[in-house]
């Protein structure tokens, strides 16, 4: 599994926020170590300026604006290291980006064999 570093900062908010905010509630301590499970399993890929030139033309191309700046990150880093798929909830905030394919996971535990 590849990811950026903002995919990592998402995790780690998403482990230590309360659950009455959506969060899991783990302490910093538990969220540490589900974090260093985590890394033996992924490949961090790099931020660079060629990220945010890219990131820089799909905000202005698309007209992005507010909390969808960070899914054009994500983006420009895919575009950037070749990456065509991503594996999202929201499938949607993607569709912009022709370059990439959005997968919802439930389309991967499908009956259709």
Not at 4 to 15: D, K, S, Y
Not at 42 to 53: K, N
Not at 86 to 99: A, W
Request: glycine fraction near 6%.
């Amino acid at each position: 599994m590849i990811v950026f570093l903002q995919n990592i900062e998402e995790f780690w908010n998403a482990c230590t926020e309360p659950a009455d905010k959506n969060g899991l509630g783990l302490s910093v301590t538990e969220s540490e170590r589900r974090l260093g499970e985590l890394e033996l399993i992924v490949t961090l890929l790099p931020d660079a300026t060629a990220t945010y030139q890219q990131w820089r033309r799909l905000v202005l191309q698309h007209e992005v604006k507010g909390v969808e700046v960070h899914d054009a990150r994500l983006a420009a880093g895919m575009i950037v290291h070749g990456i065509t798929r991503i594996l999202t909830y929201n499938p949607k905030d993607f569709k912009r980006y022709r370059e990439i394919i959005a997968i919802h996971p439930r389309r991967l535990v499908s009956n259709d064999g």
